[in-house]
């Protein structure tokens, strides 16, 4: 549950800033007019991830001999697609608003505004299509879907203070600590999909460090948050904990890297532009 709230909380949020920029866009331009075609394709693109997620997930009930197969590849391709997310959000989210300004600008109709809202949208669906799967094979199915119906509400509410009540959120850190905290939850993912390698014959076998079954159950109660959560393992295998120890610390240190970098400082000397400017001022 609470991986799902953060999850569609931070997916929810991107959406809700793409629609807001191009709603703020057509104001300006005086062309309100194309609002509704916007909305159509923001729709649209809600309803194409629903139904592309209750197509992968009742193909692969159908389909139990190789449900195993489709739970390994859905975890090793959340992980893969939730990481570059996550570095790319942090590298674009100064620039966001100025990309989405640039392409709203140049839309001449309301098609191709649409188009623009249901791909922009669509893609945040796909994505969280893919890691919804992953944490349902992880959890259950209706605490997963409270805590993603909360995240959403959540990122909706949020959307609407930072464009309709003039609330001003800082982007950068709020994408930081989402950001933060989707490398953990990747990092649970990889675990479970090295435990689901291993069972397929795919990856090595290799011996349990620990059993904590009996004091700390990843089944129920605490450790089934912490397992959801944190990818936490009530009898993990060398692999898996390398593997997510690994992952931690090698994403960590890159995205705190990335977050750390300082911002370009404007040169202390002027440009040519500059220089040729003043001159012709200076000659009028």
């Known amino acids: 549950m609470i991986a799902a709230f953060i999850l569609f909380l931070r997916e929810g949020l991107e959406a809700s800033l793409i629609v807001g920029i191009l709603m703020?866009?057509?104001?300006?331009?005086?062309?309100?007019?194309?609002?509704?075609?916007?909305?159509?394709?923001?729709?649209?693109?809600?309803?194409?991830?629903i139904a592309l997620g209750v197509?992968?997930?009742?193909?692969?009930?159908?389909?139990?001999?190789?449900l195993l197969v489709f739970k390994a590849i859905t975890f090793v391709v959340?992980?893969?697609?939730?990481?570059?997310?996550?570095?790319?959000?942090?590298q674009h989210s100064r620039t966001m608003k100025k990309e989405m300004l640039e392409k709203a600008s140049t839309a001449t109709s309301g098609f191709a505004l649409g188009l623009l809202a249901f791909s922009t949208v669509g893609r945040e669906g796909v994505e969280t299509v893919i890691f919804s799967l992953a944490f349902i094979f992880q959890s259950d199915g209706f605490s997963f879907i409270?805590?993603?119906?909360?995240?959403?509400?959540?990122?909706?509410?949020?959307?609407?203070?930072?464009?309709?009540?003039?609330?001003?959120?800082?982007?950068?850190?709020?994408?930081?600590?989402?950001?933060?905290?989707?490398?953990?939850?990747?990092a649970g993912l990889l675990s479970n999909a090295?435990?689901?390698?291993?069972?397929?014959?795919?990856?090595?076998?290799?011996?349990?460090?620990?059993s904590?079954?009996?004091?700390?159950?990843?089944?129920d109660g605490p450790g089934y948050i912490l397992h959801t959560f944190l990818g936490y393992s009530d009898n993990p295998t060398i692999l898996q904990v390398g593997g997510y120890v690994?992952?931690?610390?090698?994403?960590?240190?890159?995205?705190?890297?990335?977050?750390?970098?300082?911002?370009?400082?404007?040169?202390?000397?002027?440009s040519s532009e500059t220089i040729q400017q003043s001159e012709a001022t200076q000659k009028a």
């Open 24 to 49: 703020a866009v057509l104001r300006q331009l005086g062309q309100t007019k194309h609002m509704l075609a916007v909305w159509m394709g923001v729709f649209l693109a809600v309803l194409a991830s």
């Open 55 to 66: 197509i992968l997930y009742l193909t692969a009930g159908a389909m139990q001999q190789f």
């Open 78 to 90: 959340a992980v893969i697609i939730l990481t570059w997310m996550t570095f790319w959000m942090q």
């Open 146 to 186: 409270i805590g993603g119906l909360a995240g959403t509400l959540a990122a909706v509410i949020l959307g609407v203070l930072v464009y309709g009540g003039g609330y001003r959120l800082n982007y950068r850190i709020f994408f930081r600590v989402m950001g933060l905290l989707l490398i953990v939850l990747s």
């Open 194 to 210: 090295i435990e689901s390698l291993q069972g397929l014959g795919w990856l090595p076998f290799t011996p349990a460090l620990w």
């Open 212 to 219: 904590t079954s009996d004091i700390l159950s990843e089944l």
């Open 246 to 270: 690994i992952y931690l610390l090698v994403a960590g240190v890159l995205f705190w890297r990335q977050t750390r970098r300082p911002e370009p400082r404007p040169s202390a000397h002027p």
